[in-house]
């Protein structure tokens, strides 16, 4: 039996079982990482002892049988963007350099407190800011359905490592799609909850009114789970939702009967790739059979979400990232100069391309003068978009759309082309601005073999509808047991 | 006066909190550098503000102390600049949309009363300090200490209402007062817990257009801020005349030369870029918020002064020395209530307290003395028990010791003796003693009361109640 390829809950009926033990599973990832992370290169840290001493610890709770949990045992991995007590925590940027956290994001600690195992920490693109996982100051990360090709990003370790069989699961976070796109590229389920779902806390921001944390899973199951451990309120994060959590696992019945899924014409577009919008088009087919009416949606306002995107995600990350002026922790580069010398060495060498190319355009869309055309504006469309949704769902439970315009496209395709790689997030961003919940689940192959995804977004706090109409297409279908060959 | 000046101040408050405006970190001031500090505060990667609702409940009352109208919704913003004292990079503030506004307070000036006009209160929180010590000017190291990063702050912003410096220190001083009495602030200027910005401008008497204004910084007492803006005033005038213009600039006090001048920094050019702070919800101010707040409002400086006026009936001068706080003016109440004698009492709070509480750099609060001690003295007096003269160097040990009267008169052997039958027999044994005096009185010689005034008090050891003595002498000795 190879525990690398099992589920969490798969994993976990075998630790309740005694046929294996969460050390044995440890070791058996940690083996698999060393095997294929010099192909993938989905981690920036392993965290191989405190791996095994956490999954000793694991092995004598399930002994006992105190305080188990479906978590409890289980190898995950976590995004560099997520503070990990003790552990560095990188955000995949220069900038952080020798940055180990004296905390724990409140994420971390659920997990842990559930008693999942965390291999190590997940490679990214820097600051959670690309679309392909190039953008990471040490390494970019390979799609291990093809080598050469991206496995989306920001959060492409973390999918790239579930879809290596790496890990058992990941987390990740979504600001413009940075959980579902990369889910698509890699074949994996993706799910990214309502803002607010989630706690904040202990997550490094990138744009503080988009981002959210969700988990990265082989299936729907899986991903239920995992959100059971990760939602809920939390003090410390003052825009986290002060709402009950359901037992997400509860809505996995498989019946989607009178369900109505909204297909919105704005998603179905011209020059997108053609055996994406086939398969996407193919699952729709699979939710009618199952029982769900397929009944279009408008959402008038989709044309300007990468606009809008771009001028409030950027200007909240020109501020979110002031803090790394050499002055507390992390790079500092040259003590002998003037304070605005070491600012400006500081943050040049420790910031990359891309990383400098949002904080300016941030910085300009807030200024005086541009305020009211730039940043005032975009947040009053954000609202128009919003509204799009609200109106939507009065006439849907759920929304089906393709999550990414293409399959995986190749490294370096579109680094030297900023604005193409921002339509990568076309369908994606959406969901972000209005803080609605959505995944993204394998729904077919390219010829070349590249793992489609299709997108359901749902209500917001609805995570539930999202759940079950995944899972209910997950069970009518095979795409989700595929796995790359590596 | 051919010109008239137009200001208006900018004043911070640090509200008394325990703890920080959005973390829990300790407010004290004075303690080892960054030892006062965590996560947040220091703004490490990936945390966020929760705010005190402490400090909301203080910036209400502040509000409503000024008749500000509370805003239901107000919105925190990033105050976003560069400099190490700020570690996140931005300060988080309000903007656009803050706690309170258009509200007022009344000023006494020139015997008369003015009302000054506050455009808005606003939350956020203060920056840390930087360290220039010693022997590293010439080195290219600042340090940085984050203790007061993150302690609440108000900002009370008034309109552009005061003409004079006197007009501006007695708005300071009103709103320092009011901040007192509500307990939300120390008031501390040297320390900075309470501090003012003052925009300065000219214009010929008359003009409706205000004149260009120059931002004046680092006043850290009444007197600077009036030498400032006198020295400021008259510089623009002095511009003026010339021909010249005033330019729109910040410019610091500087207190050993008494002058003002220009900054001439980068800082000039900021552009702070504000936006909405993502990480924290709208700030929703209920009604029952705002209940709760007027309810615990005290009585404030203003009220307490006229209500002492007029109920006490004592000079508007002791109103005002008595309720300089709220501690002073509690004491005297209470003093007054035991004596029911309201001009007595503060004769000896304002006049006898409050010189040794000053000579002893204290505070009533700190004062061993208890009000009911002065009453049970000033009842002493009153029954001739004791001598006004005694009386002070009792009070003295009473201030010292916080020994009741009493006990040190008793210990002192200095009770007064005011029975006049005792005196009589006293005074009989005197005369007595004294038959040739007595009879030279007696024909003509008055100067000799003296004589046996004296006679008296040696016989009772100074006890003997002069006033009384004289009554019973005069009447013995008239036969
Ligand atoms: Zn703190």
Redesign the pocket.
Known sequence: MDLTSLTIHGLSEKLKNRETTSVEATKAFLKRIEEVEPKVRAFITVTAGEALKSAGEADKRIAKGEGITPLTGVPIAVKDIFCTKDIRTTCASKILEGFIPPYDSTVVRKLKEAGAVILGKNNMDEFAMGSSTENSAFSPTYNPWALDRVPGGSSGGSAASVAASECVASIGTDTGGSIRQPASCCGVVGLKPTYGRVSRFGMIAFASSLDQAGPFTKDTTDAAIMLNAMAGHDPSDSTSIKAEVPDYRTFLTGEVKGLKVGIPKEYFIEGMDKEVEASVREALEVLKKAGAALVPVTLPHTEYAVGVYYLVATAEASSNLARYDGVKYGLRVDETGSLLDMYKKTRDEGFGGEVKRRIMLGTYSLSAGYYDAYYKKASEVRTLIKNDFDEAFKSCDIIATPTAPTAAFKLGERVEDPLTMYLSDIFTISCNLAGIPGISLPCGFTKEGLPVGLQLLGRTLDEGTVLKTAYAYESATEWHTRRPKI | MKYEAVIGLEVHAQLLTDS?LF???STRFGSEPNT???????GMPGVLPVLNKKAVEFAVKMSLAVNCRINPRSIFARKNYFYPDLPKGYQVSQYTEPLSEHGHLEIDIDGGRKRIGITRIHMEEDAGKLLHGEGIEDSNFSFVDLNRT?VPLIEIVSEPDMRTSDEAVAYLKALRDILVYLRICDGNMEEGSFRCDANVSVRLMGAEKLGTKAELKNMNSFKYVKEAIDYEIQRQIDLVENGEKVVQETRLFDASKGITASMRSKEEAHDYRYFPEPDLLPLNVGAKLVDQARETLPELPEAKRARFITDYAIPPYDAGVLTATRELADYYEEVVKATGEPKVSSNWVMGELLRLLKEDGKDVGDCALKPSAIADLIGMIKKGAISGKMAKEVFEEMYKTGKPPAGIVKARGITQISDESELAGVIDRVLEANPESVDRYRSGKVQLFGFFVGETMKATKGQANPQAVNKILKEKLAG
Do not use: E, N, R, S
């Not at chain 2, 006062?36 to 220091?42: D, E, G, Y």
């Open positions: 920080k973390c829990g970190c006062q500090v965590c996560q947040i505060c220091l993150g």
